[in-house]
């Protein structure tokens, strides 16, 4: 496909879309109820099902009767943990083989020039971006976050915590998942962007400064912790364990899509899918931008942090930088000011 039938590539290799990112269309004044079903639609299908059809294996499948699970010996934890971890290595590998080791779409919608690959550095470990974030996303994000799993549906098996059997509850809590995990990510991810927390922790993932599919839980110990504990809010919901599975396989295999670095995924010569991968990658180059997972509801918009990928959306962002500069000298923060 011709990618600048879509978008522009500036004289180092970078592609933008030509598409301002879009926002859900609520939350402000142009309330739409064809714009709200469309965007609903959406938000019962693309990445959301996937992420489902994954945790109805997990579940029916893989994972052990609660019997078992009410019981904390190391059987059935490692075998979730084992389970955990070969369907994100066959899940990020994918993406990984596809774009960056056989690179079958070349550079076409790629919005960063170069492939990580091509730039080693001191900043990773062996001064390689890849096997740096590979290590840090399967050997320590991924036992942090089974961790937290395992305990989670020990404490429900077990009758620790309120479990529900409601059906229309569990919908209910099926629906919120993606939008609890949202809103859990914004506001720990706004945390880890305070100055010191920033420099100790949530550095090591904004290392890869140019993502790919292994970055997306290349993180510092605290920072998993702090990713996974959005399951620790099922404890107060009355919850259930397959929610718990659902919210865990939201946040582990969703943290792909944002770490794509593509725009659209060629599936045929003329036919491309949307990746939804752009809202996170601007974080990755601007770091005090969107903080959300992918802007499926509008945080962002509503505490003035967001950019929509155009270059009225890089004006606005130097101007919040150029006026947070001036409001304090003294503190001077990580944020940098873009050069053209
Ligand atoms: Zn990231
Ligand atoms: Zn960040």
């Excluded at 639609?41 to 994954?54: C, P, R």
């Excluded at 993180?219 to 259930?240: C, D, G, R, T």
């Excluded at 942090?305 to 930088?321: N, S």
């Amino acid at each position: 496909m011709d990618d600048l039938a879509h978008g522009t590539r500036d004289k180092r290799g970078n592609w933008r879309p030509n598409d301002a990112l879009g926002l859900p269309p609520f939350g402000g004044s142009d309330f739409r109820p064809g714009a709200v079903a469309k965007w609903l639609l959406g938000y019962l299908t693309g990445w959301n099902l996937v992420f489902l059809a994954i945790t109805l294996v997990w579940w029916f499948v893989l994972l052990p009767p609660m019997e078992v699970m009410s019981n904390l010996s190391w059987g059935w934890p490692l075998r979730l943990l084992a389970i955990n971890f070969a369907g994100i290595f066959l899940f990020y590998g994918a993406f990984e083989l596809r774009f960056y080791a056989m690179r079958r779409q070349e550079r076409r919608f790629k919005y960063n020039g170069k492939f990580p690959a091509e730039q080693p550095s001191d900043v990773f470990w062996f001064r390689s971006q890849n096997l740096d974030n590979f290590l840090r996303s399967m050997f320590v994000t991924l036992p942090i976050g089974t961790v937290i799993e395992v305990l989670m549906l020990w404490a429900f098996a077990a009758g620790y915590l309120p479990m529900t059997t409601n059906p229309v509850w569990i919908a209910v809590l099926i629906f919120a998942a993606p939008i609890l995990h949202e809103a859990h990510f914004f506001f720990a991810h706004r945390a880890m962007h305070l100055p010191g927390f920033y420099k100790w922790c949530h550095s090591v993932h904004h290392n890869s400064i140019n993502p790919s599919p292994w970055s997306s839980m290349s993180m510092h110990p605290v920072e998993a912790f702090l990713y996974f504990a959005s399951l620790f809010w099922h404890a107060m919901l009355w919850s259930n364990p397959f929610v718990v599975v659902w919210q865990w396989n939201i946040a582990a295999f969703g943290a792909v899509v944002g770490h794509i670095g593509f725009d659209r995924m060629e599936v045929t010569e003329d036919r491309a899918v949307q990746s939804h991968a752009y809202a996170h990658y601007l974080h990755h180059k601007y770091f005090e931008v969107n903080y959300c997972d992918d802007g499926m509801l509008p945080w962002d918009k509503w505490f003035g942090t967001w950019h929509d990928g155009t270059p009225e959306g890089d004006r606005l962002m130097k101007e919040r930088f150029q006026k947070k500069k001036a409001r304090s000298r003294v503190a001077q923060n990580n944020a940098e000011v873009p050069a053209e």
